[in-house]
């Protein structure tokens, strides 16, 4: 099989997945009921069927890369009920996408061509997810059927990280609308974690970064919490998960109200929680973690337990040292719990940059 062989059936495959990503998104169980409920309606999945069947059709039938993108791009456009679409491949050493494949546009629609820095592309590529764009006159192409779409529903393809085109699909208002709610929903539920409404560790780092260049552009301190719950692995054991959850929610609770409103307070996975402190020099933090130490302590949890917890602290103004904030604020925790748990322990930052070490196991000792 030749090179250009190789790269049309890798495209197929591309656009295959694209499609299947989409499909994916809208079945996404932390949606909205009401997209729930389509979704388990008999026609939706006989839409969902004839689209896969359609493109194993094309696929089989034919090794022609724009019929295959047509099957994909029609049958994707119906299920999201747009009135028209085009699908674009970038080019090998270019910095332009072009269109490969389009349906109801007409053959003059704003040219065959897609500059990447120009909208609707540059939102939903900058965001690197689906994102419905409100269209203007000057930026809405003309319909086979007279008119312009009111919104563009850009899906950009991407493959390890490397952009490869996107696909466009034309929406009027009212679904325009709903499907930016499902997006946005969507989005939300992918960065909140699901039992204590926080944060999750996806969230965290995205937010960790965003401080960081704010702190770097302001030349302000900034500072990184890791707190554990001491002994959780014996709650879960002798009052059952569910209390555990329980008690996880309830510590989220006092976290969100002992941080500043301004911190960023996050799961970080299991039993361990995390709080961003912009601005926040060594003392302070130090300060801030044992007045939530100390709330923890007084507080009586889920089943009338009393817990504490173990917190390593990590601060610095200098932005070399940003990035190792959170395995410091770690290697501090790990000392806290090795120190007996229920302290608060400070990262020797001026020290030598700590080695990653390997996780904690399970079942703490008792």
């Known amino acids: 099989m030749d090179l250009a062989a190789v790269l049309l059936i890798t495209s197929v495959f591309l656009v295959l997945a694209l499609i299947l990503l989409t499909v994916s998104l809208m079945r996404n169980r932390g949606t909205a009921r009401e997209l729930e409920a389509a979704l388990a309606d008999e026609s939706g999945a006989r839409d969902r069927a004839a689209l896969l069947l359609a493109i194993a059709s094309a696929v089989n039938s034919s090794l022609a890369l724009e019929e295959v993108l047509n099957v994909a791009l029609t049958h994707a456009g119906r299920i999201m009920g747009a009135v028209a679409g085009a699908m674009y491949l970038v080019r090998t050493g270019k910095t332009e996408m072009y269109r490969e494949a389009s ?8 040219g065959g061509m897609r500059k990447i820095d120009e909208e609707p592309l540059s939102s939903a590529l900058s965001a690197m997810r689906p994102l419905v764009v409100k ?16 919104h563009v529903l850009v899906v950009p393809i991407q493959r390890s990280g490397q952009l490869m085109g996107a696909m466009e699909l034309y929406l009027n208002a009212s679904i325009a609308i709903r499907h930016a709610q499902l997006f946005q ?18 969230h965290l780092a995205q937010r960790f970064l965003q401080e960081m260049q704010r702190a770097r552009r ?70 801030l973690a044992e007045r939530i130490r100390a709330k ?14 173990s917190v390593g602290v990590a601060a610095t103004d200098d932005p070399a ?45 008792v």
């Open 103 to 110: 349906y109801n546009l007409n053959t003059r629609a704003r």
């Open 135 to 150: 269209l203007d006159e000057q930026t809405a192409p003309g319909l086979d059927t007279g008119g312009h779409p009111q």
């Open 296 to 309: 923890v302590a007084a507080a009586t949890f889920p089943g009338g337990l009393k817990l504490t917890i």
């Open 218 to 287: 302001h030349h302000n301190a900034i500072a990184f919490l890791m707190i554990d719950l001491d002994h959780f692995k014996q709650v879960n054991d002798t009052y059952g998960h569910l209390n555990g959850d329980a008690v996880l929610a309830e510590l989220a609770q006092i976290l969100v109200t002992g941080a500043r409103e301004s911190d960023v307070c996050a799961r970080y996975g299991g039993e361990e929680f995390a709080l961003i402190l912009h601005e926040a020099t060594e003392p302070g933090a130090h300060t």
């Open 321 to 365: 040292l940003f990035t190792q904030l959170i395995d410091r604020a770690d290697q501090a925790l790990y000392a806290a719990k090795q120190g007996g748990r229920n302290q608060v322990r400070v990262a020797d930052m001026k020290g030598p940059a700590p080695k990653p070490r390997a996780a904690r196991p399970e079942a703490e000792p």
């Open 185 to 202: 929903a969507q989005e939300e539920n992918a960065l909140t974690d699901e039992l204590t409404k926080l944060p999750n560790r996806r």
